[in-house]
């Protein structure tokens, strides 16, 4: 697996516009607070929704995908306020209610659940009944059920080092996935831990010891995971899908990431982005050192390795990017919600620009790998996506940047991009807003 971004330890010796004067300082790649320091320089300031100069020529515009992709979104986007209504209602059962999940099929909503419906869930669906069609399905297990088991696992793999890399939890309650680090990969980590003196052992061992009692899928994957840490001229209120590069005092430590929504939070806007492409004491800046428009955007102010988001202490937009890498084109965020299965999504990041097709899987990760330096990461509660058309789903510096479904005329936030997977470039990683609201307390700005 890998992160989209993050290119640590290049040290800059250059003269650069400081937060207070001109000054040389370290910068680094966050959501600034509402105040911009020093004047912005702008020489393709954001396109307003429904301009039309050049927009026509862009593939990439979301406008300009697939009209056969679209339809089906547009699909979706009538199917969303009744899976919503069942998303909100099942996050007010008790922990350890039958609820499994809820996915997009038969061009209606399902809702897995495990034994009889309570009373709140039953009423949400026969209200969610008068906008879509709504089938309630039985689940072999609850959530609950197979996330204790996850749990388990989890704490095996940290514990013993194994060659897991991915454990899944279905969402619609049939069991787990288990994915396993190529051999190669699994290799190179036995390899640096040996170095170290650390042991480890094979994800067959670890779950015999373990005694599941609920249906695990065991597959390898075909590479590990990797983390993907004009959008290149931006300024305050800072829109997604924007470049930025970080610094620490006058060390470069990411050359390229991707802005995600302006969130709120406690009455404050703050820019949202991925956690492994910064971290306090960084600095974010919007476009390069050696570029014409060099601009802070601002600070960390809150991260959460361990879900992979981060605020970056600067005024989010309403707005995201839309088209091409060098577009200045922009879609309005006019709402947010939690994952479905089976959902078709698009991303906007700073380096690939817009790509759509992007079909949630059945499960939820828990993630494990090594970067080039051998650097071990985990990360938990991801979902993941499958590009529908076999397209690559991002490149090394759209990390951060916006995932999203339509809404009318402008886009539905659904989360943030993470990762890769290195063999397969059309599998994707990101982290959705059932973590970030959650987890972080902020949501998306919308207009």
């Given at each position: 697996m890998g992160h989209f971004g993050h290119q640590p330890g290049r040290k800059v010796m250059r003269r650069v516009r400081s937060r207070f004067a001109v000054a040389t300082t370290a910068l680094a790649v966050v959501l600034t607070s509402g105040l911009a320091f020093g004047t912005?320089?702008?020489?393709?300031?954001?396109?307003?929704?429904?301009?039309?100069?050049?927009?026509?020529?862009?593939?990439?515009?979301?406008?300009?995908?697939?009209?056969?992709l679209l339809s089906e979104m547009r699909k979706q986007e009538k199917l969303a306020p009744a899976a919503q209504a069942l998303l909100e209602t099942a996050r007010k059962l008790p922990a350890d209610s039958g609820y499994a999940g809820v996915a997009y099929e038969d061009d209606g909503v399902s809702l897995y659940f495990k034994g009889s419906l309570p009373e709140i869930m039953a009423a949400a669906v026969n209200d969610a009944r008068r906008t879509a069609a709504v089938t309630v399905k039985n689940a072999r297990h609850s959530r609950a059920e197979l996330q204790r088991v996850q749990d388990r696992i989890t704490a095996a793999v940290e514990k013993g080092h194994s060659d897991i890399q991915a454990i899944g939890v279905a969402e619609?309650?049939?069991?787990?996935?288990?994915?396993?680090?190529?051999?190669?990969?699994?290799?190179?980590?036995?390899?640096?831990?040996?170095?170290?003196?650390?042991?480890?052992?094979?994800?067959?061992?670890?779950?015999?010891?373990?005694?599941?009692?609920?249906?695990?899928?065991?597959?390898?994957?075909?590479?590990?995971?990797?983390l993907l840490s004009s959008r290149e001229d931006d300024f305050a209120p800072w829109n997604g899908g924007g470049q930025y590069e970080v610094y620490r005092d006058i060390q470069l430590r990411s050359t390229w990431c991707t802005t995600g929504f302006g969130v709120m939070k406690g009455g404050q806007s703050y820019v949202l982005t991925a956690a492994h492409c910064m971290s306090a004491p960084d600095v974010a800046y919007n476009n390069h050192l050696s570029g014409c428009c060099f601009e802070e955007i601002g600070p960390v102010y809150q991260e959460n390795w361990d879900k992979d988001i981060l605020l970056i202490n600067a005024r989010g937009s309403v707005l995201i990017f839309d088209g091409g890498v060098n577009s200045s084109y922009t879609k309005t965020v006019h709402s947010w919600d939690y994952r479905v299965r089976d959902e078709l999504l698009c991303t906007s990041g700073s380096k690939s620009g817009v790509?759509?097709?992007?079909?949630?899987?059945?499960?939820?990760?828990?993630?494990?790998?090594?970067?080039?330096?051998?650097?071990?990461?985990?990360?938990?509660?991801?979902?993941?996506?499958?590009?529908?058309?076999?397209?690559?789903?991002?490149?090394?510096?759209?990390?951060?940047?916006?995932?999203?479904?339509?809404d009318r005329d402008g886009v539905r936030a659904k989360g943030t991009i993470t990762a890769m997977d290195s063999s397969n470039c059309s599998i994707l990683y990101f982290q959705d807003m059932d973590e970030i609201v959650g987890s972080m307390g902020a949501t998306p700005r919308t207009a």
């Open positions: 912005p320089i702008a020489l393709a300031a954001p396109t307003p929704d429904g301009a039309t100069p050049g927009g026509a020529s862009d593939p990439q515009r979301i406008d300009n995908q697939n009209p056969a619609d309650g049939s069991g787990l996935v288990v994915e396993k680090m190529p051999a190669p990969t699994a290799s190179a980590m036995r390899t640096a831990l040996a170095k170290k003196g650390v042991s480890s052992t094979n994800a067959d061992a670890l779950l015999a010891g373990l005694r599941i009692d609920v249906p695990v899928t065991m597959k390898t994957a075909a590479g590990p995971i990797e790509i759509c097709g992007d079909k949630t899987d059945p499960y939820e990760y828990n993630i494990y790998g090594c970067d080039s330096d051998n650097d071990c990461f985990t990360m938990h509660d991801l979902a993941r996506a499958n590009n529908v058309n076999g397209q690559c789903v991002g490149t090394p510096g759209d990390s951060g940047g916006p995932v999203f479904s339509l």
